[in-house]
């Protein structure tokens, strides 16, 4: 449903986060609640949104862009309650910053295209973090990101300053030579080495989405996505002759994910 009114809406929002977290008829656990407390919540709510925003659920993404909503208005009143700032005061920061990181737009710059944006608001967040004394080319990226996601910006960055590899053969190239350094560490290493060595082959796999021009996020998503689909199936298959995977050998599990394979490709195959 459309509304007219979204300054009443967001108004009946923060009166309602007051009231959860008033110290005398609020709700105990909303007010037990803290920064470090809520974060969690923050980042599971932002990616219920990337999850319906994927599966192009229309009908759920209101909802799910509310619950992000309320993280914010959350975290807003616990600072309020602190004295440290409020709900304005991010909505001013926010506003300010997307006016100042388009000068093309509110001010006297001349129009850009998507590239040349791109490298303007490049320029501009370096200046930002150089007025909040952040130095260095990899300075001002959270280390709390999704752990591809860290490094694919951290490979952005690098890769502007001409620290890359040639073109996605190259990094491959590099990918099975650490996949080589894992296999050769595996009959005995500490698991901190293995660790160690899983990490760079994760991290070379990130690259190489980068190189692709693909978020490895969504990529390593999509495949989970499909594993889930095709375990399922399969699962399916085995129950429909009286079977349980407990009571199935790893032999004819294999066989039924293989007929799944089959049958997607098939359909796929038939596909307009």
Not at 48 to 76: C, F, K, S, T, W
Not at 158 to 186: H, I, M, N, T
Not at 211 to 221: A, I, M, S, T, Y
Request: hydrophobic share 45%; charged share 30%.
């Amino acid at each position: 449903m459309m509304t007219d009114q979204p300054e009443a809406e967001l108004r009946r929002l923060l009166d309602v986060m007051a009231a959860l977290r008033d110290p005398n008829a609020g709700c105990p656990w909303d007010r037990d609640q803290s920064f470090a407390t809520i974060a969690p919540y923050t980042v599971e709510e932002a990616y219920e949104v990337a999850d319906a925003i994927a599966r192009n659920d229309m009908a759920a993404l209101p909802d799910e862009l509310g619950d992000l909503l309320l993280q914010v208005v959350y975290h807003a009143r616990m600072a309020e309650e602190a004295g440290l700032f409020d709900f304005a005061a991010v909505a001013r920061a926010v506003t300010a910053k997307m006016v100042r990181r388009h000068p093309h737009v509110f001010g006297d710059a001349a129009s850009r295209d998507s590239a040349s944006q791109t490298g303007a608001w490049e320029a501009q967040k370096r200046a930002e973090r150089a007025m909040r004394a952040e130095t260095g080319t990899l300075a001002g990226i959270p280390a709390a990101l999704p752990a591809l996601t860290h490094a694919l910006k951290l490979t952005v960055r690098a890769a502007r300053v001409g620290f890359d590899w040639p073109d996605a053969g190259a990094v491959l190239d590099k990918l099975e030579e650490e996949a080589a350094e894992l296999r050769a560490e595996l009959p005995n290493a500490a698991r901190s080495r293995l660790a160690d060595e899983v990490g760079d082959l994760l991290f070379v796999v990130a690259n190489l989405a980068r190189k692709l021009d693909l978020d490895p996020e969504v990529c390593l998503r999509e495949a989970s996505r499909k594993f889930v689909r095709r375990f399922t199936a399969m699962e399916e298959r085995i129950a429909a002759d009286g079977l349980g995977l407990s009571d199935t050998t790893l032999d004819a599990m294999e066989k039924a994910w293989a007929a799944v394979k089959d049958r997607e490709r098939e359909e796929q195959a038939a596909r307009p």
